[in-house]
């Protein structure tokens, strides 16, 4: 099975820098997905890292250290639209299934 | 755009009546899912299929079935609905092609049972 690990909430202020980590103990393991939800909607794909190291995309990056079953998310210049919950989920080799952490909270504050 | 479309948003049913929940997907996309999410637990899958009238259980099929009969749609049946089946239900798909497997998510239906 798949035990990942991901902080439960994290608040933050306008204009600032969050970074939320995500821990996984996986078999098998291929890459990992990180997903935006906002209240009410679906979850929408942020990044997908396969290889160690920082993906950038905007404001928005993703870390990944195979060795370590680490990754984190790196949400720069926050704004108040970013204010969701953050989704870590892991693939493993040759099965397209997702194991998806609980979940992280962020909370931009002005 | 990739569109996953669920059937209902919002639904109310009473204990023990059938439940179906449709998804449909516009993209030609191979792997569909059907994931319950509840607070504190995050998404948790429940049935998936790779192809037509191909299906296989995920972590939590107890109470649920699903029916696989064209590419685009996949259903997602609760035989007697109980109490503790009240949850958000989302249904996702993906490409066998697409790298790493990016998957799609409907927009949800929350489902209530009284």
């Known amino acids: 099975g798949q035990n990942i690990d991901q902080p439960t909430e994290m608040t933050a202020t306008e204009g600032a820098i969050v970074q939320i980590n995500c821990t996984y103990q996986t078999s098998g393991f291929n890459g990992l997905f990180w997903y935006q939800q906002h209240a009410g909607e679906a979850p929408t794909f942020l990044s997908y890292n396969v290889l160690d190291g920082l993906e950038e995309k905007g404001r928005f990056s993703s870390f990944l250290s195979r060795s370590k079953g680490y990754s984190y998310l790196l949400l720069k210049e926050l704004q108040m639209k970013d204010s969701a919950s953050y989704l870590c989920?892991?693939?493993?080799?040759?099965?397209?299934?997702?194991?998806f952490g609980a979940g992280t909270t962020v909370t931009v504050r002005a | 755009d990739v569109k996953v479309t669920q059937s209902s948003r919002y639904l109310v049913k009473r204990t023990g009546e059938k439940v179906f929940l449709e998804c449909v997907q516009d993209?030609?996309?191979?792997?569909m899912f059907w994931y319950r999410q509840d607070p504190g637990l995050g998404l948790r899958l429940i049935y998936f299929s790779y192809d037509v009238k191909m299906k296989e259980k995920g972590d939590i099929p107890e109470g649920y079935s699903v029916s696989r009969e064209k590419k685009e749609r996949f259903s997602l049946i609760l035989e007697s609905a109980s109490t503790n089946q009240t949850s958000m239900y989302l249904c996702a798909s993906s490409s066998r092609t697409s790298g790493g497997g990016e998957q799609y998510f409907g927009p949800g239906t929350r489902l209530t049972v009284t």
């Open positions: 993209m030609d996309h191979e792997n």
């Open positions: 989920a892991v693939t493993t080799s040759n099965d397209y299934k997702l194991s």
